[in-house]
């Protein structure tokens, strides 16, 4: 058994997903420790989405093997290890703002010292606490997922497009929040 304290956060060896309607994953391996970022580089339709969501979790690899810390890396270790942010924002559009940040902290988990509220803030929603989700813009709904990601205890975080419906601050916003998760000791992949 590999030992955790010198083990990557993350692991790919030989993974590869056969394409369906897509892009396929040809195989491929990395590893990912932590205070590091990746951005994964392709065109359109290069399988980087696919790649992401094989690695949380939420598609199944045809070949190869994942490991978080050393580890295989099984469905609760990935619920506990990975943030996961994709192209759709994840929000009930029924929720106010703050519900929906309390609704995922209570399934997710929150960073300690960190609050829905301090979050928002963080991310240039202050003041849209009560707003339902419906009612915002794209780029309103993509700092909500922000918040959520800066609220997650998870160490690695996975992000698909971040910065699609964001404006040069929005972007910006991103560049400091993946710094900051960098240098609190996470890692990210993108």
Known sequence: MTDAAH?????????????????GVRPAGFRRRCRRGAAGQGGNGSGKTTLLRVLAGLLRADSGRIEIEGRPAAPALRAHAIAYLGHL??????????ENLEFL???HGRRPRQTPGDALAIVGMGGYEDAPARQLSAGQKKRVTLARMWLAPAPLWLLDEPYANLDLE???LVNRMISAHLRDGGATLW
């Open 7 to 23: 083990s990557p956060l993350l692991a790919a060896h030989g993974l590869g997903v056969r394409p369906q309607r897509g892009a």
């Open 89 to 98: 924002p994840a929000l009930k559009g029924e929720l106010s703002v703050l």
């Open 105 to 107: 902290c209570g399934l």
């Open 170 to 172: 929005g972007i910006n």
